[in-house]
């Protein structure tokens, strides 16, 4: 079992160096999935959700990996490839305050729109009342990821240690909903 593993792991490697982008985007697309259909289990589905395990998928695939090659390829650029802690802080900070809001009031209209089929109007005031909560809450975890990200991970690694805590966070969250909304009957 281990040498299949090491050699899965060297496929994905090498995959990841011929074609990082296109790497990224299927990994963040699988992890997406993997969270998505985790988190229906967790909250009682008794079948998947097939619609919305693809369109959570498309938006890994579609936004999450591209953006995250993208925004950490621009960080090392102006940054020069420092990994001192000032430098770190600076990284993390800038995403903090660029990349998360943005990320999380795209998610927030995207599936409300597309996954939930939900009108504009519905969806514009569950933002409204949803997205501080959200943003406040993403900026207590993510830092520290984002900082363990920038000091520990090489570039390569990067989205794929994002996509997995995000997977990661995804199925926690959606047991903390779970536990909340038992608790409440």
Same mark, same amino acid.
């Given at each position: 079992m281990g040498e299949i593993v090491k050699k899965g792991w060297s496929q994905y490697m090498l995959q990841l160096r011929l074609h990082p982008l296109r790497t990224k985007m299927i990994t963040a697309g699988v992890l997406a999935g993997i969270s998505d259909s985790? @988190?229906? %289990?967790?909250?009682? &589905?008794? %079948?998947?959700?097939?619609?919305?395990?693809l369109l959570k998928m498309l938006f890994g695939f579609a936004y999450g990996g591209p953006c995250g090659h993208f925004v950490h390829k621009v960080l090392d650029s102006i940054f020069r490839g420092k990994r001192d802690k000032k430098t770190v802080a600076k990284k993390v900070l800038i995403e903090q305050l660029t990349l998360s809001p943005c990320?999380?009031?795209?998610?927030? &209209?995207?599936? $409300?729109l597309v996954a939930e089929r939900r009108p504009w109007s519905e969806v514009k005031m569950r933002v409204r009342k949803q997205y501080p909560s959200v943003q406040v809450t @993403?900026? =207590? &975890?993510?830092?520290?990821? $984002?900082?363990?990200?920038?000091?520990? =991970?090489p570039l390569q690694l990067r989205v794929i240690f994002h996509s997995f805590v995000a997977c990661c966070w995804g199925i926690f969250l959606n047991l903390r909903a779970r536990t909340v909304t038992l608790k409440n009957k």
């Open positions: 985790a @988190a229906q %289990k967790l909250s009682g &589905f008794s %079948k998947i959700d097939l619609r919305r395990l990320t999380h009031l795209l998610f927030l &209209f995207y599936y $409300g @993403a900026w =207590m &975890f993510w830092p520290i990821i $984002g900082w363990i990200n920038h000091l520990y =991970m």
